[in-house]
């Protein structure tokens, strides 16, 4: 199973940026997947996350409002739409799925929001 993600970059503070993770290396079948992200000196905390059919989602706390997580099935792809960007969101972006008998990780994207 491989996962990767892009979309990751520098903006401004207010901006927005959309990152994606693709998923390949297995057969067709969705599994219920994640963002999360690590700043420096910091444990990797939990973003989003959503569903198999993509009807449940859940946020962490700090981005609650700002952030949006969805997916495409047909693409394989899962999003997060990231706006009102902050400083404190800059990170490592990695997506996460969660499949039957296995958990796999994306390599990361860097998100840096410029004050």
């Known amino acids: 199973v491989q996962l990767v993600e892009s979309g990751g970059g520098l903006v401004q503070a207010g901006g927005s940026l959309r990152l994606s993770c693709v998923a390949s290396?297995?057969?067709?079948?969705?599994?219920?997947m994640g963002w999360f992200r690590q700043a420096p000196g910091k444990e990797r905390e939990s973003v989003a996350a959503?569903?198999?059919?993509?009807?449940?989602?859940n946020y962490g706390d700090s981005v609650k409002g700002r952030f949006t997580i969805s997916r495409d099935n047909a693409k394989e792809t899962v999003y997060l739409q990231m706006n009102s960007l902050k400083p404190e969101d800059t990170a490592v972006y990695y997506c996460?799925?969660?499949?039957?008998?296995?958990?796999?990780w994306g390599q990361g994207t860097q998100v840096t929001v410029d004050s």
């Open positions: 996460k799925e969660n499949g039957v008998g296995y958990v796999a």
């Open positions: 290396g297995r057969p067709s079948t969705n599994y219920a």
């Open positions: 959503i569903s198999r059919s993509g009807g449940s989602k």
